[in-house]
């Protein structure tokens, strides 16, 4: 979590709801278009979805059934990997709500069905809205064409009739719930991209909501623990102040091993604490290690599934909240390892979360998964390998490390940097971290008024919460006076 600075060096899931839908056709979630195309024979390189509010007008836009296609695409490969809807959804460059998403991607389908091939969607932007409720069954088989052509027609009228989208869509005793009905119809459009026309049958794999950890909405405040002061924390004191969330450095399980580390952390749950596992990535003992094989000049497998065993002992720890990846990156060399068979530095980085993203959900995706990333911004590609627009597909929360006594910088900078990481994360949270001391060459701790203005600082550019380095060298003040 430390680093010095030298010349140029220096993670809600929302809850997947199945909302409801009462037209009649017939079953529930789409695994796979099939015409024999599965759901991952394919990557997107830039999804384009964001976390956006959609604007408000009642002037019809209207939007080609090229880009709609191309939306659906990107929609289908997002759920893929997140397991959720996006927020929001970019189709040439407006943001739509899912909902509206749904309504264009069926009328596409009633074009393409038609034939009409060069006709232009019409939509009223801002009025069709998401319904208020979800429920849906778990069911398998498969949909024909005309089953889900004839879906795609009543969700469009629907539309247009009540302004929002209805609560499930009705096949005989089955309902299909509006995220599943989502994903069905992007899998049809996906498809489409695909063989350029609609697919004979979309299947139908059995489906189980998943349940996504939201982070508390009231406490986004935490603080970073050195495993070797677990047993200094009062708990009591940081509750009484606001912290919520303590990211404690696996070198407890090494000092305090594992059965004394379990209990502390069960302690802390019942106290109101959500504890998460601070690890190091590619640093150890001080020593560098390269995500990539410099003399094969391919990624360092042999190193992630390492590490990857390592995360998988973590969350199996009962009341563990989260992993919390530091040293996520290179000492600022990661230009150096760009190769021409597609290898390089960003791409290692990006490939390692990926993996511990699968470890952590696949074992609980309840768990938090974030990390802390260096504050140079646009720069992070180039020295760090850090691509944070790719990362946030992976980390429900981002940590960028805006430490203004390292980078002799002002409360501008710190508002500036995380105003920066607020609008490039995607659907991760921001928690900006500050330091709580002047700087790596004075641990002098800084006054309550200054660690005041600093987390004011990080809030007022965009960050939902702010993240305190470290134990020990912070003085403690009520964060609630942080609010308004």
């Known amino acids: 979590m430390k680093f010095k600075l030298t010349k140029r060096k220096t993670i809600s899931f929302l809850l997947l709801f199945s909302l409801v839908f009462f037209i009649s056709c017939g079953f529930s979630f789409a695994g796979t278009v099939d015409d024999k195309v599965s759901n991952n024979n394919l990557q997107s390189k830039d999804d384009n979805l964001k976390a956006a509010g959609s604007p408000k007008t009642v002037k019809n836009t209207y939007v080609s059934q090229k880009s709609v296609i191309y939306a659906s695409y990107r929609v289908k490969r997002y759920i893929d990997t997140k397991k959720k809807l996006p927020s929001s959804v970019k189709i040439s460059g407006k943001t739509y709500n899912s909902a509206e998403f749904l309504y264009l991607a069926s009328k596409t389908i009633n074009a393409q069905n038609k034939k009409k091939l060069s006709s232009k969607i019409a939509i009223k932007r801002g009025t069709i809205k998401k319904p208020s409720t979800s429920s849906g069954n778990l069911v398998k088989g498969r949909l024909t064409k005309k089953t889900y052509v004839t879906m795609a027609k009543k969700v469009a009228v629907y539309g247009n009739k009540y302004k929002k989208m209805p609560k499930s869509i009705k096949f005989k005793s089955k309902k299909l719930s509006f995220n599943n009905t989502v994903y069905t119809i992007s899998c049809v459009l996906h498809f489409t991209k695909l063989k350029k026309r609609l697919p004979n049958y979309v299947k139908i794999a059995s489906f189980k909501p998943v349940v996504t950890y939201k982070v508390h909405p009231k406490n986004k405040y935490s603080i970073w623990v050195r495993g070797g002061d677990m047993y200094s924390i009062d708990f009591n004191k940081l509750k009484a102040n606001g912290i919520g969330h303590i990211f404690l450095n696996d070198f407890a399980f090494t000092s305090h091993g594992k059965t004394k580390t379990s209990a502390w952390i069960k302690e802390a749950t019942k106290r109101g604490l959500k504890v998460h596992i601070w690890v190091q990535s590619f640093n150890e003992d001080d020593k560098w290690i390269n995500p990539v094989n410099k003399k094969t000049k391919s990624y360092n497998t042999i190193y992630f599934s390492k590490f990857y065993k390592k995360i998988k002992s973590y969350v199996k720890v009962k009341y563990v909240a989260g992993i919390h990846l ?159």
Request: with cysteine; glycine share 10%; proline share 3%.
């Open 326 to 484: 530091d040293y996520l990156r290179y000492p600022g060399t990661a230009y150096k390892y760009n190769y021409s068979n597609g290898v390089s530095g960003v791409n290692a980085i990006n490939k390692f979360t990926k993996g511990v993203f699968k470890v952590v959900k696949s074992e609980n995706p309840k768990l938090i998964l974030s990390a802390a990333v260096m504050p140079e911004t646009n720069s992070n590609i180039k020295y760090y390998g850090q691509d944070t627009k790719t990362l946030c597909k992976y980390l429900d929360v981002i940590v960028p490390m805006i430490y203004s006594g390292n980078y002799g910088e002002g409360r501008k900078w710190i508002t500036s940097t995380s105003k920066w990481f607020a609008q490039n994360s995607g659907s991760a949270e921001v928690w900006g971290g500050i330091q709580t001391y002047k700087g790596d060459n004075d641990l002098s701790k800084r006054s309550i008024l200054t660690l005041s203005k600093d987390s004011k600082a990080v809030l007022s550019g965009g960050s939902e919460g702010v993240a305190f380095f470290r134990w020990g060298l912070m003085n403690f003040f009520d964060l609630s006076t942080l609010k308004g």
